[in-house]
């Protein structure tokens, strides 16, 4: 079963940038569709962005799309998602995982929060 650990979380100010990074273990990771996940506080866990397992398709929530741009480095097992023009909205934890979601394969996410 895949592991995945992110990073690259952090405090930004409205307009602000953060690239956000996923490292998978095992070698199955360029076999699947992966994506990015956030739950804001009080609310549920949302999608953000997939990308295909051969990075040829991606897709976006309407509320980062032009913002937000992910990817993907199958050499090194490893999921982006650059985020750009932040917004105090895009405040919550993010997760990457499987697309469709893998239950047993959340990690811990990294904090995101925009302060305007």
């Known amino acids: 079963q895949v592991q995945l650990v992110e990073s690259g979380g952090g405090l930004v100010q409205t307009g602000g940038s953060l690239r956000l990074s996923c490292a998978a273990s095992?070698?199955?990771?360029?076999?699947?569709?992966m994506g990015w996940f956030r739950q804001a506080p009080g609310k549920g866990r949302e999608f953000v962005a997939g990308?295909?397992?051969?990075?040829?398709?991606?897709s976006y929530v309407d509320s980062v799309k032009g913002r937000f741009t992910i990817s993907r480095d199958d050499a090194k097992n490893t999921l982006y998602l650059q985020m750009n023009d932040l917004k105090p909205e895009d405040t919550a934890v993010y997760y990457c995982?499987?697309?469709?979601?893998?239950?047993?394969?959340w990690g811990q996410g990294t904090q995101v929060t925009v302060t305007s």
């Open positions: 995982n499987r697309n469709p979601a893998d239950p047993g394969a």
């Open positions: 990308i295909s397992w051969s990075g040829g398709m991606t």
């Open positions: 095992g070698r199955t990771f360029k076999s699947y569709a």
